[in-house]
């Protein structure tokens, strides 16, 4: 499966909104700065996803196509979990010249098919290319020797498994993690949707709980479940207590990850009321989040 370019007027949109004026002619620079770029504009969140999950009658209709994906985030600086944010960020790719195609990731503890990134091909070869469950920097397929690249959040180290898999570890202060193992092999559409619409069931991984990340110079802020924001950095981290109070923490989180007061307002309720949603067409799931930011 390849997927296809996002609207050229949108693309550049989008671009002019990251103050991207023209890319360089190397492809590979053109990546980097892209995904630079992404990492700093486009936040991990599933704010978006509980209100459109909740609004939708649906799964296939609560599905954040790329262009509500671009459109909502120039509306309201909204961004997604990693199909959403794959999808759009491989269309955006496709518009300006670059061949993107998905690969299904294996994360610890998850099934097989719950995450999505890109390889992308460059005039350098095949490069992955994470802004989902996000990498801090795109990074080169491995021949027989392990790639490794250092960046200012962690190191990246990618080697080859015993079957031909590709392994991924990342390294800082505190100490050398697998991240997950992929294949470079072909994703069927009808597979694609189906791993899609998984994410988006009840009891997925993001439709129960508030999921935020950000990436910044040097420092990363993640929301963990039990009410504390992780800054992160390649030195060492640090908490950022919120508290009990709802109103207070949806403003600091505002703050913090540059999204509406609002939207957190509406994915909270969401999450109450996500079974007691009416119906509604995706236009009106889209009309709704829009509202709401």
């Given at each position: 499966m390849r997927l296809p370019?996002?609207?050229?007027?949108?693309?550049?949109?989008?671009?002019?909104?990251?103050?991207?004026d023209a890319l360089p002619s190397a492809p590979t620079r053109g990546l980097e700065l892209l995904?630079?770029?992404?990492?700093?504009?486009?936040?991990?969140?599933?704010?978006?996803?509980?209100?459109?999950?909740?609004?939708?009658?649906r799964l296939d209709a609560?599905?954040?196509?790329?262009?509500?994906?671009?459109?909502?985030?120039?509306?309201?600086?909204?961004?997604?979990?990693?199909?959403a944010t794959t999808a759009g960020f491989g269309e955006l790719l496709g518009a300006v010249?670059?061949?993107?195609r998905p690969v299904f990731c294996h994360l610890p503890a998850e099934r097989r098919q719950a995450h999505v990134a890109l390889i992308v091909e460059t005039e350098s070869g095949s490069?992955?290319?994470?802004?989902?469950?996000?990498?801090?920097?795109?990074?080169?397929?491995?021949?027989?020797?392990?790639?490794?690249?250092?960046?200012?959040?962690?190191?990246?180290?990618?080697?080859?498994?015993?079957?031909?898999e590709y392994l991924l570890f990342i390294e800082d202060a505190r100490g050398r993690r697998f991240r997950y193992k992929f294949r470079d092999q072909p994703v069927a559409a009808g597979d694609w949707t189906t791993a899609w619409n998984d994410s988006?069931?009840?009891?997925?991984?993001?439709?129960?709980?508030?999921a935020l990340g950000r990436f910044g110079?040097?420092?990363?802020?993640?929301?963990?479940?039990?009410?504390?924001?992780?800054v992160l950095s390649r030195f060492g981290e640090r908490a950022i207590l919120l508290t009990p109070d709802e109103?207070?923490?949806?403003?600091?989180?505002?703050?913090?990850f540059r999204l509406p007061e609002s939207l957190l307002v509406a994915a909270r309720q969401a999450l109450r009321e996500r079974a007691k949603s009416p119906a509604r067409t995706e236009h009106d799931v889209s009309r709704d989040v829009s509202t709401a930011a």
């Open positions: 370019s996002l609207d050229t007027a949108l693309a550049a949109r989008v671009l002019d909104r990251w103050q991207i995904h630079a770029a992404c990492l700093r504009q486009v936040p991990f969140e599933n704010l978006t996803k509980l209100i459109h999950g909740a609004a939708a009658s609560a599905r954040r196509t790329p262009s509500i994906f671009w459109q909502e985030h120039l509306e309201f600086g909204a961004g997604g979990t990693c199909f010249g670059l061949t993107a490069w992955l290319c994470d802004t989902g469950y996000a990498l801090a920097a795109p990074i080169p397929l491995p021949g027989r020797l392990p790639v490794r690249r250092c960046t200012r959040h962690y190191d990246m180290e990618l080697r080859q498994g015993v079957d031909g988006l069931k009840t009891d997925a991984i993001y439709m129960s709980r508030l110079c040097g420092v990363r802020w993640i929301l963990h479940p039990d009410h504390r924001v992780m109103t207070v923490a949806n403003r600091r989180l505002a703050r913090l």
